[in-house]
């Protein structure tokens, strides 16, 4: 598996600062409980022109690198690796491909 990263830490993204489009279209799960409690608020983040939530990477790192804490498939042979900072208030970001 090959990993490519610049190994930048980057901060989330508030819900308000999200498209409004792409909230619509990818981010519609979160209106319901947003409305009620403010929930989903943050941990938006936009990565190559597509935006993702921390809820929608699986935890656990992959088969040969447990150094990240999620991953987020785009096709069989590829994705998206996420490892959070120990407060929890920055990421860093990957691709990877098998």
């Keep these: 598996m090959r990993i ?3 190994k930048h830490w980057r901060q989330f993204v508030y819900r308000c600062d999200v498209p409004a489009e792409a909230l619509s279209s ?5 209106d319901r409980d947003f ?4 929930d989903y608020s943050d941990g938006f983040l936009c ?10 990477f ?3 790192g992959l088969h040969a690198d447990d150094t990240w804490h999620g991953h987020h ?13 120990d ?3 920055e990421y860093q970001i990957a691709t990877y491909f098998c």
Excluded: A, C
């Design 47 to 56: 990565y190559r022109g597509t935006w993702y939530h921390l809820g929608d």
């Design 73 to 85: 498939g785009d096709s069989y042979f590829s994705g998206v690796l996420i490892r959070l900072s």
């Design 35 to 38: 409305k009620k409690n403010g």
């Design 4 to 6: 490519r990263t610049n």
């Design 26 to 30: 990818q981010f519609d799960w979160t």
């Design 58 to 60: 699986m935890q656990g």
């Design 87 to 89: 407060d929890g208030e």
